[in-house]
């Protein structure tokens, strides 16, 4: 009889023991959820459409420019002629207060051209220059924020 009742506590013992790893089995798994959320990259104050003029040496930037910046780090090209101009594709940095842009024209694409400007305090201005990516300072750029 005595042996009866340690083999039935010793099934109870194992019962609960197994529940209890269950248990916590499933908690362990339900809070180590496999859904990853999506990372919301802010908005970069650069991301929008500049327009501008850009000009040779010293003169008065008198060209129409115009920067289509992506979040992504890329951007687009519009130069010359506003309503047939030039186009091309290129990359983007900002670091602290400096915008950084190298492209090419889709005409030309082995003719790599770079940009750096400074952006003002209100992050709607752009002002530097341009020229090949080894030689900027072909000439200046300014550009606003549309």
Not at 65 to 70: G, N, Q, R, S
């Amino acid at each position: 009889m005595k042996k009866i009742k340690k083999i039935r506590n010793m099934k109870t013992l194992n019962i609960r023991t197994v529940a209890a790893f269950l248990f916590v089995t499933m908690i362990t798994l339900a809070s180590c959820s496999k859904k990853k959320d999506d990372v919301v990259v802010p908005p970069s104050p650069m991301e929008g459409t500049w327009v501008g003029k850009w000009g040779f040496n010293n003169a008065v930037p008198a060209n129409h420019f115009v920067l289509v910046i992506k979040n992504d780090g890329t951007l687009t090209v519009k130069e010359g002629n506003a309503i047939n101009p030039n186009v091309g594709t290129g990359t983007w940095t900002l670091s602290e207060s400096t915008f950084k842009a190298t492209y090419s024209y889709t005409d030309s694409k082995d003719s790599k051209l770079a940009l750096a400007a400074k952006l003002s305090d209100d992050k709607t201005q752009l002002a530097g220059s341009w020229g090949e990516v080894d030689v900027i300072g072909s000439g200046n750029i300014l550009l606003s924020k549309q």
